[in-house]
Nanobody
Framework: VQLQASGGGLVQAGDSLRLSCAASARPFSQSAMGWFRQAPGKEREFVAAFSWTVRKSYYSDSVKGRFTISSGDAKGTVYLQMNGLLPEDTALYYC???????????????????WGQGTLVTVSS
């Protein structure tokens, strides 16, 4: 499935940004969509996911309380509202589609093999 992400940019610490991701395939067959991010010199990490199966959102500890993921009107579209941005949020953000599962630390993540192109978020201090 092709995923189109948008909404990145350069902001100051404390500002907000909204990322969007839409899947090209209709009807959308995956049960969840979400976001990962990769900062320079670091591994890609899970950020947030939304499951249409259980209508529930999942977040990493680092963004919980600041970021909100939501579904669009149609299945296959998600938004990531990022508030209170910090310099450590600077990364390339990737949209992904798949199913919510657990990682090796038994924390929620998105199991996926469908990736969109990254959108760059830069937060200056």
């Amino acid at each position: 499935v092709q995923l189109q992400a948008s909404g990145g940019g350069l902001v100051q610490a404390g500002d907000s940004l909204r990322l969007s991701c839409a899947a090209s395939a209709r009807p959308f067959s995956q049960s969840a969509m979400g976001w990962f991010r990769q900062a320079p010199g670091k591994e890609r990490e899970f950020v947030a996911a939304f499951s249409w199966t259980v209508r529930k959102s999942y977040y990493s500890d680092s963004v919980k309380g600041r970021f909100t993921i939501s579904s669009g009107d149609a299945k296959g579209t998600v938004y990531l509202q990022m508030n209170g941005l910090l310099p450590e949020d600077t990364a390339l953000y990737y949209c992904a589609a798949g199913v919510v599962g657990l990682d090796t630390d038994l924390k929620n993540t998105l199991i996926t093999d469908s990736w969109g192109q990254g959108t760059l978020v830069t937060v200056s201090s």
